[in-house]
């Protein structure tokens, strides 16, 4: 299975964009959904994650207000709001899902996209 992701590209800080993702196949028992994001000389750091089967959220301290993670469960879809986007935004972009048995996760991660934010 492979994560498809999408809607990266070049904004002026202020402005928002939306970032989208889904498997190229059916999945089944997903756990969780999540973006993490990764900028030159950091490590991959986690965005926002949501529950698969809950609306259970969680953010970054640096992104908490102004990203919002949502999901459409029929499409097994994962979605990242990002307004109000600041340089320090800019980096790949990767979406995660974990799926299986709650004790054997297995992660699943999509290709990276780029958000670069301009001052």
């Known amino acids: 299975v492979q994560l498809q992701a999408s809607g990266g590209g070049l904004v002026q800080a202020g402005e928002s964009l939306t970032l989208s993702c889904a498997p190229s196949?059916?999945?089944?028992?997903?756990?969780?959904m999540a973006w993490h994001r990764q900028a030159p000389g950091n490590q991959r750091e986690l965005v926002a994650r949501?529950?698969?089967?809950?609306?259970?959220?969680d953010y970054a301290d640096s992104v908490r207000g102004r990203f919002t993670i949502s999901k459409d469960n029929g499409k097994n879809t994962v979605y990242l709001r990002m307004s109000s986007l600041r340089p320090g935004d800019s980096a790949v972009y990767y979406c995660?899902?974990?799926?299986?048995?709650?004790?054997?996760?297995?992660?699943?991660w999509g290709q990276g996209t780029q958000v670069t934010v301009s001052s």
């Open positions: 196949t059916t999945m089944f028992n997903i756990h969780d």
């Open positions: 949501i529950s698969r089967d809950e609306d259970n959220t």
């Open positions: 995660n899902f974990r799926a299986g048995p709650v004790w054997y996760l297995k992660d699943y």
